[in-house]
């Protein structure tokens, strides 16, 4: 084992959206930062290039087998997801959960679908409106002025649209003209009382932590970034139990190493920071470290439509393109429905419907295909998960990773909660299409497996009381002072918004109350 | 050495040493230019020029599987279909990558379109006409729905359905002649190398 022979002030375990966050604060203020990412830094130039899919070897199907649980994965970017067989984890077949990964420096903030939305009231204080899980130990308001700066920082696009259950942000204004399919959408639902709105997005060539937050955390000098680290276990002074830094392999050689620092961030994504603290067997005085585990449930075309103009190939300019969001409407002001919370859907509209939705085939199926190019109008669900601590993760000690590091085995399902919401939403899209005037050719509600909307959430909680969570409201580990968890793992209830928005503006909040606690030597 | 680390360390060398050095035959012969240039050269892919060699499936379901594809996606005076992509090749081959479920999906549903061929017809499936095949897969005439249907048969005509259709529109000769009249058929696509592994 080699000791790194340089103490730092605080050691970041994840580049992403989070570590990155805390890294560009902390190392502003002149804190210096040791951060470590499982895996190596992405050479733009070097590591990516134009193909044709006919010059794959798989023609695009992808080596078969290869993801079994990573849906996103095709043949053009099969290599930037975490192997599966050298990073295992376990499920019972029975209730299978899709766990997706990515070890790069940067994380799942190099390829995340940009969705920045905040969370509100009703997630925050939940539990007050329905009486159901456990509120926050903050509120929309505490958050607000750190979503104002996330915003400015990943360039969110968007439209004002006034509503309590999705507040309004710092946007680039997106004055954008919607198509005519999509403005026929927007009033049918308008005439049902169903906001929608347009889609809150980061913007620019890259988005990610790595154009947007390391470069000038990097410039300060107070950042250094050790790539291939994969982290086995944080290690504490026996004296204090205080954490005092961690143990990682090298990727590649699996060369031992060991780092000090004064404060320990982990900001690993949501369950490699809970697997690294199950690891250690820190922080869960109270037992419920990797339990309360959720994420957004997705119904993925829930229902698909033709925009019947579009027909024939060749759509008029301007009927088709374009999409928008239609946030949580359900349960705001009374309970509505059979299902509590709610959910939100994603539309757009100019694609091609799949041949799937056609029970045809030869030339009629390709006449067919002809006929709708372009003029699909489909939705997505996600929905909210309820927090329940039956759904968690725990250590397999039979199962360990390349580098022997125990993995860990999931056990999450969804129940009727989440079921009757998705039967809604299909219900609800199907209804507003026909009132667009658009045909419905495919619609279902069955949500892909736990894990697959890749906002995996909960397993390490913030709350006030330390008997029922693991973290403060400072993202500050209960047990132990010098201790720090803020990426998605501290959410106590995520609502149907996509988090990492509220990742990030969570864990620059986190990064100023450690730099204030550092500098009155609290910590 | 890899490939690629293999030319960054030539290319880090002065040429003279990275280049052989050539001499020349005859004092009196004039040397041919050497071009200081790295090359660029072309390859062809391995599909347009030589035939698979069938490994997954037996004869009859090789020839059951190459007339479903011509019947389910046909060839068109200007839309290359399965005969033209070379489809059920392609799929003898990603079929036989696959893992077992898949590949016995394929092989028992390829069984059964000749039993029934020959159950109906006296000949097996790849003998038939698109007419005489219409009752056979009458599964395909169903309304799509989430679930498979738990009959293999028809989930695996399903599932041929959707993987003949993709090895066409992603293969060579579909791209060569529909990317003429659409620039989207292109199947051009942001392809990321591994990363320092």
């Known amino acids: 084992m080699t000791n790194m022979n340089t103490d730092y002030d605080v050691l970041i375990i994840g580049s992403g959206a989070s570590g990155g966050t805390v890294a560009s604060v902390l190392a502003k203020k002149g804190i210096r930062c040791l951060m470590l990412d499982a895996g190596p830094a992405v050479d733009f130039q070097r590591d990516r290039g134009f193909k044709r899919v006919c010059d794959l070897p798989y023609r695009g199907f992808g080596k078969p087998g290869r993801f079994p649980n990573v849906t996103q994965a095709n043949e053009f970017n099969g290599n930037v997801w975490a192997d599966e067989k050298k990073n295992p984890y376990t499920y019972d077949p029975s209730d299978p959960y899709n766990w997706v990964r990515v070890r790069l420096v940067g994380g799942k903030s190099l390829f995340w679908g940009r969705a920045s939305l905040r969370l509100s009231n009703y997630e925050f204080r939940c539990k007050d409106h329905d009486g159901y899980g456990e509120n926050w130990p903050i509120r929309y308001e505490d958050l607000a002025p750190y979503y104002d700066r996330a915003e400015r920082i990943f360039r969110v696009s968007g439209q004002k649209a006034g509503l309590p259950q999705l507040p309004d942000g710092v946007f680039i204004e997106d004055d954008s003209p919607d198509s005519e399919s999509v403005r026929r959408f927007n009033a049918a639902a308008r005439r049902r009382g169903i906001p929608t709105t347009k889609e809150r997005r980061a913007t620019g060539e890259l988005a990610s932590s790595v154009n947007l937050l390391l470069p000038d955390a990097l410039a300060t000098g107070n950042l250094q970034i050790v790539s291939d680290a994969v982290v086995r276990e944080i290690s504490t002074d026996p004296n204090t139990g205080l954490a005092n830094g961690a143990y990682f392999i090298d990727r590649r050689s699996r060369h031992d190493y060991h780092v000090k620092a004064r404060v320990v961030v982990l900001g690993a994504s949501c369950l490699e920071s809970t697997r690294i603290l199950l690891n250690s067997g820190l922080a869960n005085s109270s037992g419920v470290l990797g339990h309360y585990l959720f994420d957004e449930f997705y119904v993925k075309d829930v229902v698909v439509a033709v925009v019947p103009e579009a027909r024939g190939g060749n759509p008029p300019r301007g009927l088709m393109g374009g999409g928008g969001y239609v946030p949580r409407f359900r349960n705001l002001k009374t309970r509505e429905k059979n299902f509590i919370r709610g959910y939100a859907l994603g539309f757009g509209g100019g694609g091609t419907p799949d041949a799937r939705y056609f029970p045809v085939y030869g030339e009629a199926l390709e006449k067919q295909l002809a006929d709708v190019e372009g003029a699909g109008f489909t939705f997505t669900t996600m929905g909210e998960v309820l927090p329940r601590y039956e759904n968690h993760v725990r250590i397999d000690k039979n199962v360990s990773d390349a580098w022997g590091i125990p993995a860990l085995h999931v056990q999450a399902k969804y129940t009727d909660n989440e079921f009757e919401m998705a039967k809604d939403s299909m219900h609800v899209c199907e209804e507003l299409c026909r009132e667009a005037g658009f045909e419905v050719v495919g619609k279902h509600w069955q949500m892909v497996p736990p894990g697959e909307s890749i906002h995996e959430l909960g397993t390490c909680r913030m709350g006030n009381d330390p008997k029922t969570s693991v973290l403060n409201a400072y993202n500050q580990s209960h047990d132990i002072k010098n201790l720090f968890v803020v990426d998605g793992s501290a959410f106590v209830s995520g609502g149907s918004q996509n988090p990492t928005l509220t990742i990030s503006a969570l864990a620059m909040r986190a990064a100023e109350y450690m730099a204030e606690k550092m500098r009155t030597r609290e910590i | ?197």
């Open chain 2, 1 to 197: 050495m890899k490939r690629r680390t293999a030319i960054r360390s030539i290319l880090t060398l002065p040429a003279a040493m990275a280049l052989p050095v050539r001499m020349p035959a005859q004092a009196s012969a004039p040397a041919p230019a050497v071009s200081n240039e790295t090359p660029d050269t072309p390859t062809v892919g391995a599909d347009t020029h030589a035939a698979t060699v069938v490994r997954t499936f037996n004869p009859d379901q090789f020839a059951a599987l190459g007339k479903l594809s011509s019947i389910l996606i046909p060839s068109l005076p200007d839309t290359p279909g399965a005969p033209d992509a070379k489809a059920a090749e392609f799929l003898d081959f990603l079929i036989g990558q696959s893992p077992t479920d898949r590949a016995t999906l394929y092989k028992e549903g390829l069984d059964r379109l000749n039993q029934e061929a020959r159950k109906r017809t006296g000949k097996p499936f790849a003998e038939l006409t698109a007419e005489q095949a219409a009752p056979i897969l009458s599964p395909l005439r169903d309304p799509w729905t989430y679930e498979p249907p738990k009959d293999p048969f028809a989930r695996f005509l399903l599932a041929a359905k959707e993987d003949i259709l993709k090895a066409i529109q992603n293969s060579r000769e579909y791209i060569r002649v529909v990317s003429r009249r659409r620039r989207s058929a292109g199947g051009m696509g942001i392809y990321w190398y591994p990363i320092n592994d």
